[in-house]
């Protein structure tokens, strides 16, 4: 997994933020609300995931969606499920593999 941890200056050592780069594993459409999109990241490992959700008109805008984002690792949260883990995990290292972190999807 790779990780790169960000420090401020000396005296804000003990708030380091670390950052995590997690890969898109799933896009789907909301079930709930119309013209939403819920894109997934996670861990190479499966283990740590992100989710995001857009709404299609957004997609318009200058967020590209790509394959892989850096994300605090306050953010993510823990896949319990070994099935998803697994899941996860394999489309990361497919979409990892196959793609730079910053190519749009």
């Known amino acids: 997994m790779e990780t ?3 420090t401020g200056d000396a005296s804000n ?3 380091a933020d670390e950052t995590v780069r997690v890969w898109l594993v799933q ?3 909301s079930d709930d609300e119309q013209n939403i999109v819920i894109l997934v ?3 190479p490992d ?3 995931y992100l989710r995001k959700e857009r709404a299609l008109t ?7 969606t790509t394959a892989a984002v ?3 690792s306050d953010s993510l ?3 319990d499920d070994p099935e998803t883990r697994e899941r996860y995990a394999e489309e990361a290292a497919r979409v990892a593999d196959e793609h730079a972190p910053d190519d749009r999807l």
């Open 4 to 6: 790169e941890s960000t």
């Open 13 to 15: 050592e003990d708030t």
């Open 27 to 29: 896009r789907t459409y």
């Open 41 to 43: 990241y996670a861990t």
């Open 46 to 48: 499966g283990r740590r």
């Open 58 to 64: 957004s997609f318009g805008d200058d967020r590209p």
């Open 70 to 72: 850096e994300a605090s």
């Open 77 to 79: 949260g823990t896949v």
